[in-house]
C-alpha cells in the first residue's frame, strides 16, 4: 500500500484520497520516494503491524466478564496434562477434571435409546436396520417426519424449536406439575445457558438494573450481568443451615440496592443448587414467590438438576410451587430452564435445552421471540435430545425389552451419582481442614477450606486468593482439578471449592478421594500454625499432622482467617 502512493505520487498521478502525494513531496525535496518507501515498510515490519482489537480497545464489558470454571486453573491443568502425554513424570499418571459438570468427559455412559433415536434421525438408512430397536426407529421415523423438509435435519427449524419437540415438553410438564402449561410459551434453547443469555439480554437495559443472584452462584449469572452492564445483587445461602435461603438476608440487600438508586428486576434461584448442591424446600419457594410477586420481580429459576436427587427432600418446580399457592401469587412473572446436559442424561455437547415462560408481558413476550429469530433457530440435534430426555420408554407404550434396559441403564447411572455423592460427602468430613454440607442434589460439593494466616499470607504473597491458592497446589500434586470458591463468590473470609461426584469409576473417584486427602495432610501441615488451636470438631488443628498425640479441640481458639 505504501508503494502504491509513493509510485503513483511520482507518476504526477494523485489519489483522491490525499490532497498530495508524500512522493510529490519528497520529489520537491529532493528525496527519493522509493527509498523513503522501503525505509516506512521495513519500519512497519520491526515493529509489527497495529492490531484493532487489543486490550485497549475491547469493551469493559468483555473483560470484566470472567467464568471460573474454565478459568486459570483449568489452562494449567490442561498444560500439565500435554506434559504428561509427552513423557514428563508429574506425581500423579492422570489429570481428573472433576472441576466441570460434564459427565460423559468422566465415563458415564450414555442411554441406549437416546443414541438409538438420534442416530437413524441424523442418518435415515437406519431406519431400515434391525440392529436398533423399533422403538427407537418409530420415535425417529415420527420426528423426521416433522420436520418441514423430511430426512433434512439440518435444516433450520422454527425459531422457538419444532411443535412435536414443544408438544412432549408440555406433557411432560403438565405430568410433574398438575397445571396446564401452553405450547406457546415454550422455547427451545442449545443448552440452558442460551436461554438465561436471551432473558438477562431482556432485562438489563444499563448499571441502574439489578438481578439478584445466590451467592455462591454459578458463575454464568455474574459472567452475564458484567457483559450486559448490569448490577450484581447478591443474596447470601446460610452455610450453617445446609445453604438454605436466608429470608432476613434476601430482604436486606435487596432494599441496600433500592436504596442506591437501582432498579432490581429479577431474582436468580438455582434449584438444586450450584455449587452448593442443596435441595430447597417448598417453604423457602413459597416464600420467594411471595416476596416477587410483592416485589415485582421476574423470578428466573435454573432447574437443570432436577433428577438429581439423592437425600430425603424432593424436587419441587418454581412453577408448581407458585400455582400451588393461587391468587394472587400465580401471576407472578416465572422463566424456568431445564437442560440435556445435567440430570442423568449429561449430553452436555449436544446443547439441547428449553425455557418456559410464565405470566409474561405478551409484548415482551413478542420481543423475545424476536430475539430468538436472529439465532434463527436452536439446533436440531439438540432439540431432539431434549425430546427423548422428557419424553423416555414407558411401560405400556415402549416394548418391555426397551423398557427394562432404559430403566437399568438409569438405575446404574443414578445410583453411582447417588453413592459417589455420599462417598464424597463422607470423605470430604473425615478431613482436617475442610468441612462440607451434605450433598443432597445436583453434581457438586462445595467444602469450606479453614485456610490458616500462614497460607493466607502465602496466597497474598503470591497475587493469589487463597483458595485459588490452594486449588493450584490441589492439582500439581494430584491432579484433580476442582474450581477455587472466589470464583463462585462467597462470603469474606471463607474460603471454599467446588468438586464434582462424576468420575463414573466409583472405584477410582474412591482412589482419587484418597490422593486428595493425602495432599491435605501436607498442605495443612506446610502451613501448620503451632500457635493456634481450633474450636470446631471438624477444624483442623495443625498440631494433629505434626504429632501422633491426640489433643482436645473443645477448649481451643480458632485464628481469625477461619
Same mark, same amino acid.
Given at each position: 500500500?505504501?508503494?502504491?502512493? *509513493?509510485?503513483?505520487?511520482?507518476?504526477?498521478?494523485?489519489?483522491?484520497?490525499?490532497?498530495?502525494?508524500?512522493?510529490? #513531496?519528497?520529489?520537491?525535496?529532493?528525496?527519493?520516494?522509493?527509498?523513503?518507501?522501503?525505509?516506512?515498510?521495513?519500519?512497519?515490519?520491526?515493529?509489527?503491524?497495529?492490531?484493532?482489537?487489543?486490550?485497549?480497545?475491547?469493551?469493559?464489558?468483555?473483560?470484566?466478564?470472567?467464568?471460573?470454571?474454565?478459568?486459570?486453573?483449568?489452562?494449567?491443568?490442561?498444560?500439565?496434562?500435554?506434559?504428561?502425554?509427552?513423557?514428563?513424570?508429574?506425581? *500423579?499418571?492422570?489429570?481428573?477434571?472433576?472441576?466441570?459438570?460434564?459427565?460423559?468427559?468422566?465415563?458415564?455412559?450414555?442411554?441406549?435409546?437416546?443414541?438409538?433415536?438420534?442416530?437413524?434421525?441424523?442418518?435415515?438408512?437406519?431406519?431400515?436396520?434391525?440392529?436398533?430397536?423399533?422403538?427407537?426407529?418409530?420415535?425417529?421415523?415420527?420426528?423426521?417426519?416433522?420436520?418441514?423438509?423430511?430426512?433434512?435435519?439440518?435444516?433450520?427449524?422454527?425459531?422457538?424449536?419444532?411443535?412435536?419437540?414443544?408438544?412432549?415438553?408440555?406433557?411432560?410438564?403438565?405430568?410433574?406439575?398438575?397445571?396446564?402449561?401452553?405450547?406457546?410459551?415454550?422455547?427451545?434453547?442449545?443448552?440452558?445457558?442460551?436461554?438465561?443469555?436471551?432473558?438477562?439480554?431482556?432485562?438489563?437495559?444499563?448499571?441502574?438494573?439489578?438481578?439478584?443472584?445466590?451467592?455462591?452462584?454459578?458463575?454464568?449469572?455474574?459472567?452475564?450481568?458484567?457483559?450486559?452492564?448490569?448490577?450484581?445483587?447478591?443474596?447470601?445461602?446460610?452455610?450453617?443451615?445446609?445453604?438454605?435461603?436466608?429470608?432476613?438476608?434476601?430482604?436486606?440487600?435487596?432494599?441496600?440496592?433500592?436504596?442506591?438508586?437501582?432498579?432490581?428486576?429479577?431474582?436468580?434461584?438455582?434449584?438444586?443448587?450450584?455449587?452448593?448442591?442443596?435441595?430447597?424446600?417448598?417453604?423457602?419457594?413459597?416464600?420467594? #414467590?411471595?416476596?416477587?410477586?410483592?416485589?415485582?420481580?421476574?423470578?428466573?429459576?435454573?432447574?437443570?438438576?432436577?433428577?438429581?436427587?439423592?437425600?430425603?427432600?424432593?424436587? #419441587?418446580?418454581?412453577?408448581?410451587?407458585?400455582?400451588?399457592?393461587?391468587?394472587?401469587?400465580?401471576?407472578?412473572?416465572?422463566?424456568?430452564?431445564?437442560?440435556?446436559?445435567?440430570?442423568?442424561?449429561?449430553?452436555?455437547?449436544?446443547?439441547?435445552?428449553?425455557?418456559?415462560?410464565?405470566?409474561?408481558?405478551?409484548?415482551?413476550?413478542?420481543?423475545?421471540?424476536?430475539?430468538?429469530?436472529?439465532?434463527?433457530?436452536?439446533?436440531?440435534?439438540?432439540?431432539?435430545?431434549?425430546?427423548?430426555?422428557?419424553?423416555?420408554?414407558?411401560?405400556?407404550?415402549?416394548?418391555?425389552?426397551? #423398557?427394562?434396559?432404559?430403566?437399568?441403564?438409569?438405575?446404574?447411572? *443414578?445410583?453411582?451419582?447417588?453413592?459417589?455423592?455420599?462417598?464424597?460427602?463422607?470423605?470430604?468430613?473425615?478431613?482436617?481442614?475442610?468441612?462440607?454440607?451434605?450433598?443432597?442434589?445436583?453434581?457438586?460439593?462445595?467444602?469450606?477450606?479453614?485456610?490458616?494466616?500462614?497460607?493466607?499470607?502465602?496466597?497474598?504473597?503470591?497475587?493469589?486468593?487463597?483458595?485459588?491458592?490452594?486449588?493450584?497446589?490441589?492439582?500439581?500434586?494430584?491432579?484433580?482439578?476442582?474450581?477455587?470458591?472466589?470464583?463462585?463468590?462467597?462470603?469474606?473470609?471463607?474460603?471454599?471449592?467446588?468438586?464434582?461426584?462424576?468420575?463414573?469409576?466409583?472405584?477410582?473417584?474412591?482412589?482419587?478421594?484418597?490422593?486428595?486427602?493425602?495432599?491435605?495432610?501436607?498442605?495443612?501441615?506446610?502451613?501448620?500454625?503451632?500457635?493456634?488451636?481450633?474450636?470446631?470438631?471438624?477444624?483442623?488443628?495443625?498440631?494433629?499432622?505434626?504429632?501422633?498425640?491426640?489433643?482436645?479441640?473443645?477448649?481451643?481458639?480458632?485464628?481469625?482467617?477461619?
Amino acid at each position: 500500500v505504501v508503494f502504491f502512493f *509513493f509510485f503513483q505520487a511520482e507518476d504526477g498521478i494523485r489519489d483522491p484520497l490525499w490532497s498530495r502525494g508524500l512522493g510529490d #513531496v519528497y520529489k520537491r525535496q529532493g528525496i527519493n520516494a522509493e527509498y523513503m518507501g522501503i525505509i516506512m515498510i521495513r519500519g512497519l515490519i520491526s515493529r509489527g503491524f497495529a492490531k484493532v482489537l487489543t486490550k485497549e480497545t475491547l469493551g469493559q464489558n468483555v473483560l470484566n466478564a470472567e467464568y471460573a470454571v474454565r478459568g486459570a486453573i483449568v489452562a494449567k491443568a490442561e498444560e500439565l496434562g500435554a506434559r504428561l502425554k509427552n513423557g514428563e513424570s508429574l506425581p *500423579f499418571k492422570k489429570i481428573l477434571y472433576c472441576n466441570i459438570g460434564n459427565p460423559l468427559s468422566l465415563g458415564q455412559p450414555t442411554f441406549t435409546f437416546d443414541r438409538e433415536v438420534i442416530s437413524c434421525a441424523m442418518n435415515p438408512l437406519l431406519l431400515k436396520s434391525n440392529d436398533i430397536s423399533k422403538d427407537a426407529r418409530d420415535r425417529a421415523a415420527a420426528f423426521i417426519k416433522s420436520v418441514e423438509y423430511p430426512h433434512s435435519l439440518g435444516a433450520y427449524t422454527a425459531s422457538p424449536g419444532l411443535p412435536i419437540v414443544r408438544e412432549s415438553i408440555k406433557k411432560f410438564i403438565e405430568a410433574r406439575d398438575g397445571y396446564p402449561t401452553n405450547i406457546n410459551n415454550l422455547f427451545l434453547t442449545n443448552g440452558a445457558s442460551d436461554g438465561v443469555t436471551t432473558m438477562f439480554q431482556m432485562l438489563i437495559t444499563g448499571p441502574q438494573d439489578g438481578i439478584m443472584i445466590p451467592i455462591p452462584q454459578y458463575p454464568l449469572y455474574s459472567a452475564l450481568i458484567s457483559l450486559f452492564s448490569g448490577t450484581l445483587v447478591p443474596y447470601y445461602l446460610d452455610e450453617s443451615k445446609g445453604w438454605g435461603l436466608d429470608m432476613e438476608d434476601l430482604a436486606l440487600n435487596y432494599k441496600k440496592a433500592y436504596d442506591q438508586g437501582k432498579k432490581i428486576k429479577a431474582i436468580v434461584v438455582i434449584n438444586p443448587g450450584n455449587p452448593t448442591g442443596q435441595v430447597m424446600t417448598k417453604s423457602n419457594l413459597e416464600d420467594i #414467590v411471595k416476596f416477587c410477586y410483592e416485589h415485582k420481580l421476574v423470578i428466573c429459576t435454573d432447574e437443570v438438576y432436577q433428577t438429581n436427587i439423592y437425600g430425603s427432600k424432593p424436587f #419441587v418446580s418454581m412453577k408448581k410451587v407458585m400455582h400451588d399457592l393461587g391468587a394472587p401469587y400465580n401471576q407472578t412473572e416465572l422463566v424456568s430452564f431445564h437442560s440435556t446436559s445435567k440430570g442423568l442424561l449429561g449430553e452436555c455437547g449436544l446443547r439441547g435445552g428449553y425455557m418456559e415462560l410464565e405470566n409474561l408481558d405478551p409484548f415482551v413476550q413478542g420481543q423475545l421471540l424476536k430475539l430468538r429469530t436472529i439465532t434463527l433457530c436452536p439446533n436440531s440435534v439438540g432439540q431432539l435430545t431434549t425430546e427423548v430426555m422428557v419424553n423416555p420408554p414407558k411401560a405400556g407404550v415402549n416394548s418391555p425389552e426397551v #423398557v427394562e434396559l432404559y430403566e437399568k441403564e438409569k438405575e446404574m447411572i *443414578f445410583n453411582g451419582l447417588k453413592k459417589r455423592s455420599k462417598l464424597l460427602t463422607d470423605k470430604l468430613n473425615s478431613i482436617p481442614g475442610l468441612s462440607a454440607n451434605e450433598l443432597e442434589g445436583a453434581m457438586y460439593s462445595f467444602p469450606r477450606v479453614h485456610l490458616t494466616d500462614s497460607a493466607v499470607k502465602a496466597a497474598k504473597a503470591k497475587g493469589m486468593a487463597p483458595d485459588a491458592m490452594y486449588c493450584v497446589d490441589v492439582l500439581e500434586q494430584t491432579g484433580i482439578v476442582v474450581v477455587p470458591g472466589s470464583g463462585f463468590k462467597q462470603r469474606d473470609g471463607t474460603h471454599h471449592f467446588r468438586i464434582t461426584n462424576l468420575i463414573f469409576q466409583t472405584e477410582e473417584f474412591a482412589h482419587a478421594l484418597e490422593s486428595f486427602t493425602e495432599f491435605n495432610k501436607k498442605f495443612f501441615a506446610k502451613y501448620c500454625q503451632t500457635s493456634h488451636q481450633y474450636s470446631h470438631p471438624k477444624l483442623i488443628n495443625c498440631l494433629l499432622y505434626t504429632s501422633p498425640s491426640p489433643r482436645d479441640l473443645s477448649t481451643s481458639r480458632m485464628p481469625s482467617s477461619a
